[in-house]
């Protein structure tokens, strides 16, 4: 599978979190709308307020499946605007959706719902997880443990925080200055709050220094975590410079050394992606806004097969931007 291809063309739907369930392909996306509020670098223009859940059997030959709308911002008490990227984790017999929302003063905190099934609907709980902030949180399971990376700068509100606590005012450092990294936390057994504190994800360049503000591979939002041959993936969007990002650790939590680009810029302003394996093949999905023609608050699911070298690189994906 050379060539990308829409997943859903008939609606709107961007950050695809993909993961295998009970043998197929569940797709977890954001769901957007033109909601007639004006673009900004906050993200207003971003203003979602549901999320559909997709199933595939086969991404290359099968039939994809809408299973409806599975949580309404109207449903979730803490509630003020703007349903983010989500994400969905599976524990003894249930399933977790995390969301980042904003609550009545306007924070982004991420919540949690719940499921019986991969396919929703989702119930919230009464309060987003303690000590929750920022925005795309996304969960990587090993050997019964989930990791949540989170995190996102400009309308993410990620600069808001240092060491896990509020700032008077928001920091956004200087090119010269270290970038903000993205966040990493264990979650605690019962999926519904942060385990530990959460700490740093750091990316390292080839001479093991941390990535700088300025850098143009620097972390900007959608964090992803996969495992390929025993390495962990840490993968990201690069925001203003459009670039979907990886950088490969030994554990978890990192450090994490640059490797290289993965997506190069597609139209429209955002770039946001997952990678799954699924029937022995590897595959990014991703969105892009050549449907809305380059509307970004307007955006496509997509899918193309991602492909490794024999040292475990990613080959990089380019040529998309038309
Ligand atoms: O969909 C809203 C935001 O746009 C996501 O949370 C970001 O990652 C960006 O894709």
Redesign the pocket.
Known sequence: MKQSKYLFPSDYM??PSVHVFEGKIYIYP?H?RESGIEENDN?DH?D?NDYHVFSLDDVENGEITDHGVVLSVKDIPWSGR?L??CDVAFKNGKYYMYF?LKDKNDIFRIGVAVSDKPYGPFIPEKHPMLGSYS??PCIFEENGRHYMYFG?IW??QLQRYRNNKALESAVIPNDYELAIPSKVVLLSDDMLEFGEEPKDVLILDENGNPLLHGDKHRFF??SWMHKYNSKYYFSY?TGDTHLICYATGDNPYGPFTFQGEILTPVVGW???HSIVEFKGKWYLFF?DSVPSEGKTWL?SMKVIELEYDNDGKIKTIEGLEE
């Open positions: 961007a950050d954001s957007d993200g971003f979602m703007q983010w990227d980042p925005i795309d996102g309308g993410g939002e959608a969007s955002t770039t946001h969105h955006r």
